[in-house]
């Protein structure tokens, strides 16, 4: 359903290397770029995901209540990536570990200009 995301940037060569080392963890590579933005995908006919300096000519400002979320398949993963992340300058908006009791596991964060996002997979639910 989803074809990609798309978020905006006011640095794009700190944001695409942000991501670059990021998302590279995912398996992702850039699959096209110009001036103005860089997007990542898995491969043909995945969703892709995009940094962008904004069409309009103005500041790129954060989403209030945006968020793109990465699925990954294991908790270890996604300790792994919310590490990295904040290795690469990412902050701090809820570390990796589970939330409830039905199996959802995330870390969140926001990059290098404040666009929020996550980590998360499923396990087995508490009972």
């Not at 001036?35 to 995908?41: G, T, Y």
């Not at 997979?121 to 009972?127: G, H, N, Q, S």
Request: charged letters at 20%; aromatic letters at 12%.
């Amino acid at each position: 359903m989803i074809g990609y995301q798309t978020v905006g940037t006011n640095k794009l060569n700190e944001a695409a290397a942000f991501y670059d080392t990021l998302l590279g963890e995912l398996g992702a590579k850039r699959t096209m770029e110009d001036k103005e933005f860089v997007l990542w995908s898995t491969g043909p006919g995945t969703p892709g995901f995009c940094v962008h300096i904004p069409e309009n000519g103005k500041t790129a400002t954060i989403g209030n209540g945006s968020m793109t979320a990465f699925y990954v398949e294991a908790p270890k993963m996604v300790d792994k990536m919310y590490a990295l992340a904040m290795k690469l300058g990412a902050s701090d908006e809820g570390s990796a570990g589970p939330r409830g009791d039905d199996g959802f596991y995330a870390g969140f964060c926001r990059d290098l200009d404040g666009n929020k996002f996550s980590f998360f997979c499923m396990t087995e639910p508490k009972t």
